[in-house]
């Protein structure tokens, strides 16, 4: 059987490793894997180093598209996308997440009727100026595996209609829905086991928080991006606490427009504030470990900030990981700076923190693999009368 994995943004890649991992260790006989690259992320920091450091095969196609408006963005994509499926002929399409790479895919494959299986399927943040919830909904609708982390999404999906109970001849009218887990679970169970123990960047752990901010809806608006960067120098000077951040490109390119140049210039004089070049994995998940607390608002990171025990202090005003909001290990804040800084105080003062499992079983990948092989084999006859 063969499937072909779309990828293009950072965490993509991530997640295409683990499924790339478990082919490579239960499933190399039964199934063959092609990647394809949109291209949507390029830097070597955002894209290469991925490929290399979790050893997954490098793409087989790239089609190189570089960042630029939605539209003309996603229209690239599936122009490229649909050449290649039509080459390949692959019988499954594998999608992750909520990127506009995530959209082409689904546009693609779904025209050309090759069934999609959709990995995160079923979250909503329930705010369509989002740009992924918008991906997530269509790519939802035109799946036929809907492969679910939790059960909230499945509860997402039948308030959409779905039917949930759906057990067998699954087709873009009739998708399975498995809840298998979150894919970014089984990584971290991979390679947290590597980790040696110790400081992280010479710093001993709980020494710093960490943050990370990429939403348009933060780094576009100068208002939000400026209250964040208050709220991180006060956050540091009043607590004498270091803060690592590693940089998405796109908020780079945001802070020299967006924040007054008193700001910026003590942002980039503050003793304890580190803006860093994007990391590589590894040293991302280093660096999540050993942090005291996790400011974010990407989504991965809410999800490793929780497998790591870390409060998280989120930088949007709603999550689709509503679970983790629901034990009380993260606080939405938004861009709001006294949320921020009272969050930072409560996480601060508070103990014990509780972090209960609520991820799966980090066999998330190895579930996806059985339930593909037992459709390609239950509609195989048909295929090749
Ligand atoms: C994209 C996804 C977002 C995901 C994020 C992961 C969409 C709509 N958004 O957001 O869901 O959380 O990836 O990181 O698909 N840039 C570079 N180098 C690169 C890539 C991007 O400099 O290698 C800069 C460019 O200025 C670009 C900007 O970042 O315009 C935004 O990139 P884009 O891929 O459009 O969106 P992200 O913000 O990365
Ligand atoms: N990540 C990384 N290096 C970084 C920042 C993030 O390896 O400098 C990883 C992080 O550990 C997580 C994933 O990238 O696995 C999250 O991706 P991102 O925040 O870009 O996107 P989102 O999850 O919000 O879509």
């Given at each position: 059987m063969k499937i072909i994995s779309i990828v293009g943004a950072r965490p993509q890649i991530i997640k295409a490793a683990a499924l790339s991992r478990i082919i490579r260790q239960k499933y190399s006989d039964l199934i063959t894997e092609i990647i394809v690259h949109t291209g949507q992320h390029y830097d070597e920091n955002m894209s290469k180093v991925f490929f290399q450091e979790l050893e997954i095969?490098?793409?087989?196609?790239?089609?190189?598209?570089?960042?630029?408006s939605h539209g003309r963005q996603s229209a690239g994509m599936i122009s490229g996308l649909e050449e290649i499926l039509m080459k390949e002929t692959p019988d499954y399409v594998v999608l992750f997440g909520d990127t506009n790479s995530t959209l082409a895919g689904a546009i693609a494959a779904s025209k050309l009727q090759i069934p999609i299986a959709h990995i995160e399927a079923g979250l909503r943040s329930y705010n369509k100026q989002m740009p992924e919830e918008i991906n997530r909904i269509m790519c939802d609708h035109v799946s036929t595996f809907l492969f679910t982390p939790n059960n909230k999404a499945i509860k997402n999906l039948e308030l959409e209609?779905?039917?949930?109970?759906?057990?067998?001849?699954?087709?873009?009218?009739?998708p399975g829905i498995f809840n298998v887990g979150d894919i970014m679970y089984d990584n971290f169970l991979y390679y947290s086991q590597a980790l040696t123990k110790g400081s992280s960047n010479g710093k001993l752990p709980n020494e710093y928080i960490l943050a990370t901010i990429h939403r348009d809806h933060n780094t576009d608006r100068p208002e939000n991006l400026q209250s964040i960067f208050k709220a991180l120098l006060d956050i540091s000077n009043q607590f004498s606490i270091d803060v690592k951040i590693p940089l998405h490109p796109r908020t780079l390119k945001c802070m020299s427009q967006h924040l007054s140049g008193g700001l910026l210039k003590k942002v980039n004089n503050s003793i304890y504030i580190e803006i860093l070049p994007p990391v590589s994995y590894k040293e991302m998940i280093d660096l999540e470990r050993n942090a005291k607390m996790i400011m974010t608002d990407s989504g991965g990171v809410q999800k490793e900030a929780y497998f790591y025990n870390k409060p998280c202090i989120i930088l949007r005003e709603e999550t689709e990981w509503v679970e983790i909001l629901e034990t009380g290990m993260a606080l939405l804040c938004g861009a709001n700076y006294k949320k921020i800084m009272d969050a930072f105080r409560a996480y601060d003062e508070v103990k014990p923190l509780n972090f209960p499992k609520?991820?799966?079983?980090?066999n998330a990948a190895n579930l996806i693999c059985q339930l593909l092989i037992q459709h390609y084999n239950d509609t195989k006859p048909s295929k090749h009368i």
């Open positions: 095969a490098l793409p087989a196609y790239n089609l190189n598209i570089g960042s630029d209609g779905f039917d949930t109970n759906q057990h067998s001849s699954y087709c873009i009218d009739k609520i991820f799966g079983n980090g």
